[in-house]
């Protein structure tokens, strides 16, 4: 009971300060009193008994201190001191209170905002229940569908095997099913308008196996989804029912898709966005009704139709490696039966030999955007860092200035009986403070800076509305991190600061008793920040290098005026044959004869969008390494080669007379074409796919068209061919126009069109093939404005801690600098003298800045395009830009030194 | 003047107070003088070090106080022990005791 007792003691003593500081004062009395008379009879005057007890009680305050001192709560009373004191003084000199907060409040801003989008991509569980337990079958590290058996660890899994698998394993309290496609498609609701929704095709058991339980209503179950075409219910996501102002009647509604109507029968809670970091669908719908979503995209009892992640459950107490054993044996059970048949061949068994399941952890859920933006992520997080620390050695270099201003108060206060401690406390507190302000300021940008961030390395509205705020761990996050920047830049110049000479500081008119040591540490905080500075300014140019570099590749193709419509041709409802292909064709021609456009055309792709590749073998051409590999595909509309201003180099292109019943043509590029007839005209020739030499080799080659780039900027030329799409029927997203004049005109005009062909025909996003190519290189766009945005506030951060330092030096050596000139120097020697002391500092920094850049510049090379990681013009760039900002910032203290007057100078001492 | 914390063993204040008050209670100034003549003057307490040990010990629990008038009716602060406090006179005593008998028979050994 006695810790409750000194609690409740002290909380009271406490509010109730005034009341025992009195009984103190009373029980002083007191003692002195009983002291006096006991002295008194023992034969003194009064007035001697009096004095005698007075001197041996002595200082009634520091008696009082001692009381105090016995009881805890005179801890937080002396913090509480220290706090209002040290705000005082950053209210005395507001010039270093602004550059201390706000330098630190970049510094821990920037580390706040991208830890916080790293939480989000790279860290968080899912909002499930005991994410632990789950696990991913393969690394999640594909997507859409493939009719091979991969020997290797497989990502994608078939629906029967799925069934299957989820009956016969002992291992698992439950799989689920999610087709690797998240579907775009427009729907309506209880017949409103029609809306862009985003569906996600789940199994019966996807809800229970996450352990997510609904908002409302009810979420899916086994029951609804069993034979195909059989349960038309949806679940909606909370931000979807939020955007439709938190209905309460939503449960119950239909919502019309593709000609289905689905009856919402639950919304999922709040927080809930699925399995996919950076995807939030807007329905979950039972994969039974995958034909009904997506007529062309339909799995369901087709075992060569793999498409679909599992995500299992591990049962309680079943280690990864008894579950991976299970999966695999049920796994290769399956292949023999179901794939390979009763008697197998050798090469058929050494084919699928490596076929395995993998599981992963999938605590975190599934994501691309975590394999797209971790590097981006690291480097980010590492130049973030970087710079704090420049921040920090920052302020520790002015700190370490300001102690020796102030060294003369500190002598003053441990003259009058303040303990090192005390003082060392109390300029710690102060640091805090600044760490604190610099936190909050930085956190409130951070909340801004990370959606900013987010937005701009990604254009997927679905990316940008993830929920980045910071959330407890960020804070939390930020919190360690202001208290770690607050002890690296105020520990050492607050023991400096205290380590005094009382009587040297307190005799010295001007305060100033700089020990050796305090200079050499401070020079040694200037050196370490042009070094790092130096890595961030070289890595920051080698990326903008990078960068430009890329803008000026050759993408092949004329970037310039087309505009990339994504339609919804479902919409339509035309099932997959002649009359698809006549209404796109009808459309493209429509809108061909708009005034302005030159060409138009459906395709697959146009560029940066994902790849369609396979293996082709081409009638008489023996197969080697070099022609086996992969080569793109594409399928496109007869415009365009014209839209895409790819010229044709031999042959000819597609046109009308290729129809579904002539014999089958496809044009290569150059690459192709080099590939497999480097010394013979391709035209006319025939190849097949896959790689068997003895295929029927059924489609011709029409026409040689120019090379290009089609899924990024940096790849090397590759080996692509065009297949007309009124031979491949199908639906496209992809409408590219090519025009003349104001694209704001044009793209009512082309609305018009398409409409006027099919009003059901949806236009959705509009884009343009330039927009597409630039964000194609988001990533090393965003990278490169904020290492150089970051590399340019280190300089800045340089050009402050080296102006401070000088200006300190020439404060201290005024007198010397006027003998000088009283010797005869002049101003230009004494101007000299001080620059040169910088331009030590500068090469010292540089040398050891210099490799640890080209070691750092390393690490990022798979970032870099068309430069090698010690290219010397980035380095250069850098070493000149550091030594400008160095001579800048050290010109002005060092005009003032070389403008003393000698006569001045001698008589201040 | 006046009593070093030096010279007292340490730790042994609080002790000298505990029996010091377990005989009756007692102000500030009274355990002073009660301890400088008990020790016939060797131990002399002086406010700085008594005060503190005081408030340490009620923060404790081991005595309480309460304003009383003193003999010459003046109003003071006694202090008395609490169970607790009688509890900690007791352990302490025997500890000293076994502590002094064997750091005598080292001495004497």
Not at chain 1, 729 to 741: L, W
Request: one cysteine or more.
């Amino acid at each position: 009971m006695g810790w409750f007792k000194n609690i409740t003691a002290g909380l009271k003593a406490l509010f109730t300060r005034t009341r025992t500081e009195r009984e103190m004062d009373e029980e002083l009395r007191a003692f002195l009193d009983a002291s006096a008379e006991a002295k008194r009879r023992a034969g003194m005057s009064p007035e001697q008994a009096a004095y005698a007890a007075r001197i041996e009680m002595g200082s009634t305050n520091a008696v009082k201190h001692h009381i105090r001192q016995a009881g805890w709560e005179t801890a937080i009373e002396n913090s509480w001191q220290d706090l209002r004191y040290s705000v005082r003084m950053l209210f005395k000199s507001p010039v270093f209170t602004l550059v201390a907060v706000v330098s630190l409040a970049l510094g821990i801003g920037a580390n706040t905002a991208i830890f916080s989008l790293m939480d989000v991509v790279m860290l968080r569980s899912l909002p499930v229940d005991e994410p632990s337990q789950l696990v991913l079958f393969g690394d999640g590290r594909a997507a859409g569908s493939t009719n091979s058996l991969p020997n290797e660890s497989w990502r994608l899994y078939s629906d029967p095997f799925f069934r299957s698998f989820s009956q016969k394993n002992e291992v698992f309290s439950g799989v689920a099913a999610i087709d690797s496609i998240e579907f775009s498609t427009h729907g309506t609701v209880a017949g409103e308008g029609r809306e862009m929704m985003h569906a996600s095709l789940v199994s019966g058991s996807y809800f229970s196996v996450l352990g997510v339980t609904p908002g409302r209503g009810r979420v899916l179950t086994e029951t609804d989804d069993q034979t195909p075409g059989s349960g038309a219910v949806a679940v909606a996501s909370y931000s979807w029912w939020q955007r439709h102002g938190n209905d309460p009647a939503t449960v119950g509604k239909t919502v019309r898709i593709e000609g289905t109507d689905y009856t919402i029968v639950g919304v999922a809670p709040q927080g809930f966005f699925g399995a996919t970091v950076g995807e939030s669908p807007d329905f979950w719908i039972p994969l039974s009704m995958e034909k009904e979503i997506s007529p062309g995209w339909n799995g369901l009892n087709d075992k060569w139709f793999q498409s679909l992640y599992l995500i299992a459950r591990l049962k309680p107490g079943v280690s990864a490696a008894q579950a991976t054993a299970n999966s695999n044996l049920l796994f290769k059970q399956y292949i023999r039966s179901e794939y390979l048949g009763q008697s197998p061949s050798q090469k058929d068994l050494a084919d699928v030999e490596h076929a395995q399941i993998e599981l992963t952890s999938a605590a975190r859920g599934l994501s691309r955007l975590r394999r797209q933006f971790s590097l981006p992520l690291e480097i980010l997080t590492t130049i973030a860092g970087l710079v704090l620390l420049i921040a920090c050695a920052n302020l520790a270099s002015l700190l370490l200035a300001r102690g020796t201003a102030r060294s003369r108060e500190f002598a003053m206060r441990m003259a009058i009986g303040a303990t090192r401690s005390r003082i060392v406390r109390q300029l710690l507190t102060e640091s805090f403070v600044i760490a604190l302000l610099g936190a909050l300021l930085g956190v409130a940008s951070a909340w801004k800076a990370s959606h900013l961030l987010l937005t701009m390395a990604s254009h997927s509205p679905q990316v940008a509305a993830m929920n980045v705020s910071p959330d407890l761990r960020v804070l939390g996050f930020t919190l360690v991190l202001t208290i770690f920047t607050a002890l690296l830049f105020g520990m050492t110049p607050a023991i400096r600061a205290t380590r005094l000479d009382l009587n040297g500081s307190l005799k010295q008119g001007r305060g100033i008793a700089a020990p050796a040591s305090r200079i050499s540490l401070a020079r040694a905080l200037i050196v370490a920040q042009i070094a790092l500075s130096l890595v961030l300014l070289a890595g920051a140019s080698l990326f903008l290098r990078s960068l430009v570099n890329l803008t000026k590749v050759d993408t092949g193709f004329n970037k310039q005026n087309v505009l990339v419509f994504s339609l919804d041709e479902y919409s339509a409802g035309l099932p997959e044959d002649a009359r698809l292909v006549n209404l796109q064709q009808q459309i493209e021609d429509r809108v061909q004869t708009l005034p302005g456009v030159h060409a138009a055309s459906f395709s697959m792709f146009t560029f940066n969008q994902g790849e369609w590749s396979t293996d082709v073998t081409v009638q008489g051409i023996p197969r080697t390494p070099k022609n086996s590999q992969d080569v793109l595909n594409n399928v496109v509309g007869n415009g365009f080669f014209s839209t895409m201003s790819l010229p044709i180099v031999a042959g000819r292109g597609f046109g009308s007379t290729d129809r579904i019943d002539s014999p089958k043509v496809a044009v290569v590029n150059q690459t192709m074409a080099q590939m497999f007839f480097p010394d013979s005209s391709p035209i006319g020739r025939h190849f097949g796919f896959g790689d068997d030499p003895s295929h029927s080799g059924d489609i011709e080659i029409v026409g040689v068209v120019k090379n290009a780039k089609y899924v990024g900027l940096q790849e090397d030329p590759e080996a692509a061919i065009y297949f007309p799409y009124s031979q491949r029927v199908q639906y496209f997203g992809n409408f590219s126009v090519r025009y003349s004049g104001e694209a704001g005109q044009m793209i009512p005009a082309v609305r018009r069109a398409i409409a006027e062909v099919n009003p059901n025909v949806l236009v959705g996003s509009i884009s343009s093939l330039s927009e597409q190519v630039e964000e194609s290189t988001s990533n090393r766009r965003l990278i490169a404005k904020l290492s150089s945005f970051f590399g340019v506030l280190a300089s800045f951060l340089v050009c402050i801690g080296i102006y401070g330092l000088l200006s300190y030096a020439v404060a201290r050596r005024t007198s010397e600098i006027g003998i000088r000139m009283a010797l005869g120097a002049k101003r230009s020697n004494v101007l000299w003298l001080i620059l040169r002391e910088i331009l030590v500092l500068v090469a010292v920094g540089i040398a050891i800045g210099v490799p640890l850049a080209l070691e750092g510049n390393h690490l990022v090379s798979k970032l870099l395009y068309g430069l090698s990681p010690a290219d010397p013009a980035s380095l250069f760039t850098s070493i000149a830009m550091l030594v400008a900002v160095a001579l800048i910032a050290g010109y002005l203290p060092a005009r003032k030194a070389s403008l003393v007057e000698p006569t001045v100078a001698l008589r201040c001492e | 003047m006046g009593q070093k914390q030096g010279d007292m063993v340490q730790g042994t204040l609080e002790m000298l107070i505990l029996k010091t008050l377990a005989l009756e209670p007692m102000h500030g100034y009274g355990v002073a003088q009660r301890i400088e003549q008990i020790s016939a003057g060797v131990f002399r307490v002086n406010p700085g070090s008594l005060l503190p040990a005081l408030s340490r010990m009620e923060r404790s629990g081991r005595v309480k106080s309460e304003w009383r008038a003193t003999e010459n009716n003046r109003r003071a602060k006694y202090y008395q022990l609490t169970p607790a406090g009688r509890k900690a006179l007791k352990e302490e005593t025997n500890a000293w005791g076994r502590q002094t008998a064997a750091i005598s028979k080292i001495l004497e050994a």
